[in-house]
C-alpha cells in the first residue's frame, strides 16, 4: 500500500545533542510537510516544500532545518534540541494542486529529549 | 485570515449513539476544502472525509456525515452509532483556494475535539 513512513517511531536525545527524523513517501506526492505537535494541541506546521521549493514559517525557530534531496525522502534536523522541543513531530504529504486535496500523515515520531 | 475553530474541548457519548463535532471556519475565499481527521492515541493523523466548497450534497463516508452550512461558514462532523474505538482526538482542517493564486500548499487546524465513548 502506497503510505507515508516516519523512522524512528520514538527518539530519545539529549540536551542540545542534534537529531535527524526522517519521512519518506511512497505516494510520489508533490508537497511534504513538517508539523509539531504538543500534548492535546493542534499540529503546528514548522514547514513544507512543493518538490524541491522550501517554504519556512514565520515563526519555526532557525533550531530547525529540514532538507528534502527527493521526491520520496524530507528530514527534520534539529541542531540544539531543547526540552521545549520535546513533542510529537508529525510528516505529511499532498497532491499540491488545488484545495481538494487531503493529506496524508504518517504514523508521527515521538521525540523525548532529556 | 482563514481560521478554523473547534470550541468542544471535549465530547462524550454513549454507545451506539451518534454524537456531532462542531467545527465553524473563516475565510474570504470562494474555493476551499474542509477535512476532518481522526487521532487516537497512537498518535497517527487518519484522513474521514472532505467537503468542498462548492459540494452542494452533505459529504458522507460510512458511519461519518459533514453538515456543511456554507451560509453559517459550519461544518460538523456527525459520526452515527458510535463505537469504542471512535474515542480519539477529532481536528477540523481547512485548505484554501487554488495554489496557483495563493502559492500555497497550507492546511490551517482547528484545536481539536477529544471524544469518549462510554461502554
Known amino acids: 500500500d502506497a503510505m507515508v513512513i516516519q523512522n524512528p517511531r520514538y527518539q530519545v536525545t539529549q540536551f542540545g545533542k542534534p537529531v535527524t527524523l526522517s519521512c519518506s513517501q511512497t505516494l510520489n506526492h508533490n508537497v511534504m510537510y513538517w508539523y509539531q505537535q504538543k500534548s492535546s494541541q493542534a499540529p503546528k506546521l514548522l514547514f513544507h516544500?512543493?518538490?524541491?521549493?522550501?517554504?519556512n514559517e514565520a515563526d519555526t525557530p532557525d533550531n530547525f532545518q529540514s532538507r528534502r534531496p527527493n521526491t520520496s525522502f524530507c528530514f527534520l534536523d534539529i541542531r540544539s534540541p531543547g526540552l521545549g522541543d520535546a513533542a510529537m513531530y508529525l510528516c505529511a504529504t499532498s497532491r499540491g494542486g488545488d484545495w481538494y486535496n487531503e493529506q496524508f500523515f504518517g504514523p508521527g515520531t515521538r521525540l523525548t529529549v532529556l | 485570515a482563514q481560521k478554523i475553530t473547534q470550541t468542544q474541548p471535549g465530547m462524550f457519548v454513549q454507545e451506539k449513539e451518534a454524537v456531532t463535532l462542531d467545527c465553524t471556519y473563516d475565510?474570504?475565499?470562494?474555493?476551499?476544502?474542509l477535512f476532518w481527521y481522526k487521532q487516537p492515541s497512537s498518535g497517527e493523523m487518519i484522513f474521514l472525509i472532505y467537503q468542498g466548497s462548492y459540494d452542494e450534497q452533505n459529504a458522507t463516508e460510512g458511519r461519518y456525515s459533514l453538515n456543511f452550512q456554507k451560509a453559517r461558514k459550519s461544518a460538523n462532523l456527525v459520526i452515527s452509532a458510535s463505537q469504542l474505538g471512535d474515542s480519539a482526538m477529532y481536528f477540523c482542517?481547512?485548505?484554501?483556494?487554488?495554489?496557483?493564486?495563493?502559492?500555497?500548499?497550507?492546511?490551517?487546524f482547528g484545536t481539536g475535539t477529544r471524544l469518549k465513548v462510554l461502554a
Open positions: 475565510t474570504s475565499d470562494q474555493s476551499y476544502g
Open positions: 482542517a481547512m485548505r484554501e483556494g487554488s495554489s496557483s493564486t495563493s502559492g500555497t500548499y497550507k492546511y490551517i
Open positions: 516544500y512543493y518538490d524541491k521549493d522550501f517554504n
